[in-house]
């Protein structure tokens, strides 16, 4: 039997027809697979990125104080705060396909992958914008197959999830240009001092040269090479069609002005100051330090950065170098709102970061404000008469307490409570204790702000029982704002990076005490800066109404004081139990307070203590305590709560029968304007 074959070229035809069907359904099923894979992708969440952004502290006048970070330096911002320029120069040069690809250039991916395997590496890349923003989000550097499959993974996710200006934006906030920073608004201000819309096409085209290789473009080492990859990213641009052949060599020609070096470091100013920000931010507004660092909130503070230099100035000035142990600290807040307008812990951060603002040392006679206000509420009058003589007093039921003037100077008479403010009369603060008790003043110093252990003993008017220099500037802002209480306030407000407002403090007033014994004590204690007073050895440094009170101890020396405008407390000591020389070391608050004082203030008016209701003011014979008539050779202006002042008139002076005259006119306002005037002048 005869076996006819099928022609050759059927068998050919029907081979081709099986393929064909092969193939599409192979392409059929891949593109349902695609499709699946696609699906299954876009299902799948994001992992979780953390991107760091940059802490800023601002000063009161928003000046910036300090740039927060640990090596990543980042502000994110939208893509119209980015000039566009620098958006054309980055897709340019780093992925030209980027608005058409959906993550990943097919073509530059092939060209790779036959490169790698010819030479037998994984040397060469080709990722694309999507994927250099996947690898810094989710993944490590490590050049395997297993990390570029997990790549162009996620690199798919990105595109299925966000757009890609959205996606552009993300890249231009995490890609890294050296110098610490992270993003284009840190890399424009690090390397040009300008906010990344600001910059030109020239600068934008350097900026997009430093991500290739951060060590390797940088226009302090290597601006050679700088140049030519700005050149090689223009000549992209031009042939992409972002930018004319004009405009390219233009660009190329424009001079580059980079911030120097040591531009970039930040200035320290207020370390102390910022420490203790960070201590408020955990321990009252509950932020951590995770938080702190890499949250990038925007942190408004109430420091005043002239004052601040001023009072840095001051302490490199007086503090001694030859004595390097000697330490002090200052702090001055505003009376009327409470903000802190400077603050120094001590003479070196870099060698002690210690804050002695908030370290307990004994006030000593500085601690005789709580204890005269208290005694003015009991009924004490400027002209309270107590004797000036060693005395040895005895409390609890036998105790006997020997307390002694500073160098064992007595009155051996009877003297005012003004005089025994002014020459900070020991045995004249232990009577008065005595006649109020200790517990009064404890309660007192409460009142004003003192939150420290108090014991309630005979010794606490002298200051025995520590407290701390923020305390003290506390409790004597609140005298200086006629008894009004303001908490002290070192931020204003806390936003987030998004620009939510998460804390947001106001002043708190509380009155604690008697704006009238305020007052009175106010003006008793100028007489502190007055001949005969503690601090009459600085009177000539200011020129402005001030009080307060100085405070020495065997370890501490101090200056508490105000104008209206200003409270400042100052300390000098050492840390451990040493004693500091009462010549030397003792002397040091009074010029510090004084010389920070008056720089401060400098450029404002001086200004009046603010009389309140309730006081009243006559002319008096210093050497009696009555009223002074017309005859009496140096009255003096002395204010009363009204009703305490002196009835009688003053005889001494007068003639033999003739009847005393009325007291001298009543002129105060005109006294301190008179004396506010001729300080202006000074």
């Known amino acids: ?74 502000f994110v911002v939208p893509l119209d705060k980015i000039a566009p320029s620098l958006l054309q120069a980055t897709v340019a040069i780093e992925d030209k396909s980027f608005w058409d690809h959906y993550g990943f250039d097919f073509k530059r991916l092939a060209k790779v992958v036959y490169i790698d395997i010819m030479h037998m590496s994984k040397a060469q890349g080709a990722s694309t914008i999507t994927q250099q923003l996947a690898r810094n989000l989710y993944l490590t550097n490590d050049k395997t197959w297993e990390r570029k499959i997990k790549e162009a993974m996620l690199a798919v996710q990105l595109e299925l999830n966000y757009s890609k200006e959205d996606i552009l934006e ?63 990213i223009l000549q992209a641009m031009q042939e992409q069609g972002y930018i004319t ?99 120094v812990g001590g003479r070196d951060y870099e060698k002690s970061q210690y804050n002695r603002v908030f370290s307990r040392r004994q006030p000593g006679s500085s601690f005789k404000a709580f204890l005269y206000m208290a005694a003015l509420d009991q009924g004490f009058t400027p002209l309270t008469l107590m004797k000036s003589e060693p005395t040895v007093f005895t409390y609890d039921h036998g105790k006997q307490y020997f307390p002694s003037n500073f160098g064992d100077h007595y009155a051996h008479d009877f003297i005012t409570l003004q005089q025994a403010i002014a020459t900070s009369d020991n045995i004249y603060a232990v009577k008065t204790i005595e006649q109020l008790t200790p517990q009064t003043l404890v309660q007192e110093a409460r009142k004003l702000g003192i939150t420290s252990p108090m014991q309630a003993v005979p010794s606490l008017a002298l200051g025995t029982s520590p407290t701390t220099p923020y305390e003290m500037a506390m409790a ?84 508490n004081g105000f104008t209206p405008q200003l409270a400042t407390s100052v300390w000098v000591g050492y840390d451990e139990g040493r004693k500091i020389d009462p010549i030397k070391d003792a002397r040091l608050s009074s010029p510090i307070w004084a010389e920070f004082m008056e720089s401060a203030l400098h450029g404002q008016p001086p200004a009046a203590f603010e009389i309140p209701a309730g006081v009243t003011s006559v002319y008096i014979d210093p050497s009696n305590g009555k009223l002074a008539t017309e005859k009496c050779p140096n009255p003096k202006l002395v204010y009363f709560a009204a009703g305490t002042e002196p009835q009688d008139y003053c005889t001494e002076h007068l003639n033999g029968g003739e009847k005393p005259p009325e007291p001298a006119a009543k002129k105060e306002n005109q006294s301190l304007w008179k004396r506010v005037e001729k300080l202006w002048k000074r």
Do not use: C
């Not at 050296?178 to 690090?190: I, M």
């Not at 531009?263 to 932020?287: M, W």
């Not at 007055?530 to 009177?539: D, F, N, S």
């Open 1 to 74: 039997m005869e076996v006819i074959r099928e022609p050759s070229l059927i068998r050919w035809l029907r081979f081709t027809k099986r393929l064909l069907k092969f193939g599409f359904f192979t392409i059929l099923s891949l593109a349902f697979l695609t499709l699946l894979f696609v699906l299954y992708l876009r299902s799948q969440p994001m992992p979780a990125a953390t991107i760091n952004q940059t802490t800023t502290l601002f000063a009161a006048n928003g000046e910036v104080l300090d740039r927060i970070h640990q090596g990543e330096n980042r």
């Open 170 to 232: 993300m890249y231009m906030n995490q890609i890294y240009y050296g110098r610490s920073a992270y993003g284009a608004q840190a890399a424009a201000q690090t390397y040009f001092g300008k906010d990344a819309d600001k910059l030109t096409l020239g600068e934008s085209a350097a900026l997009a040269a430093f991500p290739k290789g951060p060590s390797i473009y940088s226009p302090y080492t290597n601006m050679d090479g700088v140049k030519a990859r700005q050149k090689l």
């Open 245 to 343: 052949a004009q405009e390219a060599t233009a660009a190329y020609q424009e001079p580059l002005s980079f911030k120097k070096k040591e531009e970039q470091k930040t200035v320290r100013l207020a370390p102390y100051f910022r420490d203790y920000i960070s201590s408020l931010l955990k321990n009252k507004y509950g932020i951590d330090e995770e938080q702190f660092i890499h949250g990038g909130l925007k942190i408004y503070t109430t420091l005043d950065v002239n004052m601040q230099k001023k009072a840095e100035a001051v302490f490199a000035k007086y503090m001694p170098k030859d004595n390097p142990d000697l330490q002090a600290a200052l702090v001055a807040i505003e009376p009327d709102t409470g903000m802190i307008k400077a603050m």
């Open 476 to 559: 004597y802002s609140a005298i200086a704002n006629h008894g009004e209480l303001v908490q002290p306030m070192a931020i204003l407000k806390i936003e987030d990076a998004q620009g939510n407002v998460i804390v947001e403090e106001k002043t708190t007033k509380t009155q604690v005490a008697n704006p009238v014994s305020s007052f009175l004590l106010t003006q008793m204690m100028q007489t502190v800066f007055e001949p005969g007073g503690t601090a009459y050895r600085v009177a000539n440094m200011l020129n402005r109404p001030v009080a307060g009170k100085t405070g020495s101890t065997d370890y501490d020396s101090w200056l």
